[in-house]
C-alpha cells in the first residue's frame, strides 16, 4: 500500500495529478483544496490513501494528513464513498468540519456536493462522541472519556486543544469544554489564539442570566 508521494508535479487536471516519482509518474486523484496547491514542474510531498478493487487500484492523494485520515473515516459512514468524502472535505476544511460534527450542524455539511440532509444526520450521528483521526493513523489521546467527543474531535490546531484542556482544568466536563472551544473557533475563526479561545469558551460556558 502507498502511504505518500514525493516527488515533482507533472500535471493537474480537473480532478487528478500526475505526479513523477524518479521517473515513474503516478496518477493521483484529489480534491479541488489540494489540487489548487499543486503546480506543474514544482515539488510536491502527498499523504496518500490507496484504495484497490478488482478493477483498479486507485490513489486519493491530500497535502493535509489529517485530510487524508479524515476522508478514510468518513467513509466508514453508510452510504459515503471516495466522491462523496472528497467532497465534503472541499466544502468544509477539517477544522470546520469536526466542529459540524461535534455541534451536530448537519446544515454545514450538506453543503457538500451529492450531499442530503440525510446522509448528513448519518454522518454526524455516525462520528459524534468518537475519537476523531489526528493524523496519519486515527488515534484516541490518553485520557479521553469513552462516551465524550475527544479534544482533537474540534481541534487540528494546538490554540484549540490548548483552550480544551485549559477549560477541563479549570473543572468543567470534557464534553462542554469541547463544545464551548467549537463555538468559541466558529466565532473567532481558524486562526485564533489559545487565550481567545479560552475567553470566548468561558463565555459560552456562562450561565444565561
Do not use: C
Not at 112 to 136: D, Q, S, Y
Amino acid at each position: 500500500m502507498i502511504g505518500s508521494l514525493r516527488g515533482r508535479v507533472a500535471a493537474v487536471g480537473e480532478a487528478q495529478a500526475l505526479i513523477d516519482v524518479q521517473g515513474v509518474g503516478y496518477v493521483v486523484h484529489a480534491g479541488a483544496r489540494t489540487l489548487q496547491r499543486l503546480r506543474p514542474g514544482e515539488p510536491a510531498e502527498l499523504f496518500v490513501e490507496t484504495q484497490m478493487s478488482e478493477s483498479a487500484i486507485r490513489l486519493y492523494g491530500f497535502i493535509d494528513p489529517l485530510e487524508r485520515a479524515w476522508f478514510a473515516r468518513l467513509q466508514d459512514a453508510p452510504g459515503v464513498g471516495a466522491k462523496i468524502a472528497l467532497a465534503i472535505l472541499d466544502t468544509l476544511a477539517t477544522p470546520q468540519l469536526m466542529d459540524a460534527i461535534t455541534l451536530g450542524d448537519v446544515t454545514a455539511i450538506t453543503r457538500a456536493h451529492g450531499v442530503g440532509k440525510k446522509l448528513a444526520e448519518r454522518i454526524v450521528t455516525e462520528f459524534k462522541g468518537k475519537p476523531a483521526p489526528t493524523g496519519f493513523f486515527a488515534v484516541r489521546n490518553a485520557g479521553d472519556a469513552p462516551d465524550a467527543p475527544s479534544a482533537s474531535a474540534i481541534a487540528s490546531s494546538g490554540a484549540r486543544s490548548d483552550a480544551v484542556s485549559a477549560l477541563v482544568n479549570l473543572g468543567y466536563p470534557q464534553a462542554d469544554a469541547v463544545r464551548a472551544i467549537a463555538l468559541a473557533g466558529r466565532e473567532l475563526g481558524e486562526e485564533a489564539a489559545a487565550s481567545a479561545l479560552i475567553r470566548a469558551g468561558l463565555k459560552a460556558l456562562a450561565p444565561s442570566a
